[in-house]
């Protein structure tokens, strides 16, 4: 039985994160009722991605230059490595505008249930880096997970002979959240972060 153009089309939006068959089959439909304003376009776009975006040597980020703009950046502080898993996590963080140091993506954590550990993730890249003489700070900025704490206990323990202050990022209330809809460990973590009023 063969598959379709429409199927495979499909098929393919469906791997992406978010979209399940359903989605998937609405997105197809409206690619394909939208060929010259939206599908075309996406098929070019995908094509120029897939041709000229690389992986920073440095830092690990997506970009068009190696190393990335972000590493290239002389204006960017270059004492200050601040440690995320994802590139996704670096785009978020560069988001808030109020960053203006290097970073450091890990590709992940280390995760014994899914075979993850230290040698597939780019710890030994990051002790190499953060033990360069201008560097006096990593910043960790992984995910409040069991994964993503593991992992900065982790490299807190490879980056002792580094040197250099290693911080996190705080967890707690966010801004506007109100007690009650809290959980459990979000309190917690606020609760043993508080800082003077």
């Given at each position: ?75 960017r502080d ?71 704490q593991t ?45 003077p009023a």
């Open positions: 039985m063969t598959v379709s153009h429409i199927d495979k089309l499909i098929g393919l939006l469906a791997r992406l994160p978010g979209l399940g068959p359903r989605s998937a089959r609405r997105a197809a439909l409206q690619l394909l009722k939208k060929r010259e304003s939206l599908l075309a376009p996406l098929a070019s776009a995908l094509t120029q991605a897939a041709e000229t975006i690389r992986i920073c040597g440095e830092c690990g980020n997506l970009d068009t230059t190696d190393p990335c703009a972000i590493c290239g950046d002389p204006e270059q004492s200050l490595i601040c440690v995320v898993e994802e590139v996704a996590d670096l785009w978020a963080v560069e988001r808030s505008g109020i960053y203006r140091g290097r970073y450091h993506v890990l590709g992940g954590t280390l995760s014994a249930l899914d075979g993850v550990g230290p040698e597939e993730l780019k710890i030994a890249r990051l002790v190499e880096r953060a033990s360069a003489p201008q560097v006096t700070e990593v910043i960790l900025a992984t995910n409040a997970t069991v994964d993503g992992t900065a206990h982790y490299v807190v323990d490879r980056l002792a002979s580094c040197g250099v202050e290693v911080t996190r990022l705080a967890h707690g209330l966010p801004m506007g959240g109100e007690l009650d809809y809290l959980d459990d460990g979000t309190l917690t973590a606020a609760l043993k972060a508080r800082s």
